[in-house]
């Protein structure tokens, strides 16, 4: 399976991304897709879910304010970052899988991310 995540950058606080993240390899359409995130000198985090069949899940932190989506058809995972705070600042990855794998973050390999950076 290839992930390449992208769409990151600088964008000031309070403004908006929309982050997409490309699949190969995989029927994608019956995997969970997960966004994550990693902050320097932490560890990577779930930012998000989406079940095949469209169900979402969200880390406290970013309720509200974070949409994840996808395209079958393209293949494709969205997170649309609205209200961006200087904490959301992290490479974001993706990943798929089974329910347990996406949301125990267990994977052997990842994907290039994408740098969001939030400031001033």
């Known amino acids: 399976v290839q992930l390449q995540a992208s769409g990151g950058g600088l964008v000031q606080p309070g403004g908006s991304l929309r982050l997409s993240c490309v699949a190969s390899g995989s029927i994608f359409s019956f995997k969970v897709m997960g966004w994550y995130r990693q902050s320097p000198g932490k560890q990577r985090e779930l930012v998000a879910t989406?079940?095949?069949?469209?169900?979402?899940n969200y880390v406290g932190a970013v309720k509200g304010r974070f949409t994840i989506s996808r395209d079958n058809a393209k293949n494709t995972v969205y997170l649309q970052m609205n209200s961006l705070k200087p904490e959301d600042t992290a490479v974001y990855y993706c990943?798929?899988?089974?329910?347990?794998?996406?949301?125990?973050?267990?994977?052997?390999?990842w994907g290039q991310g994408t740098l969001v950076t939030v400031s001033s």
């Open positions: 989406i079940t095949p069949g469209g169900l979402t």
């Open positions: 990943n798929e899988g089974s329910s347990r794998a996406v949301v125990s973050g267990s994977f052997s390999s």
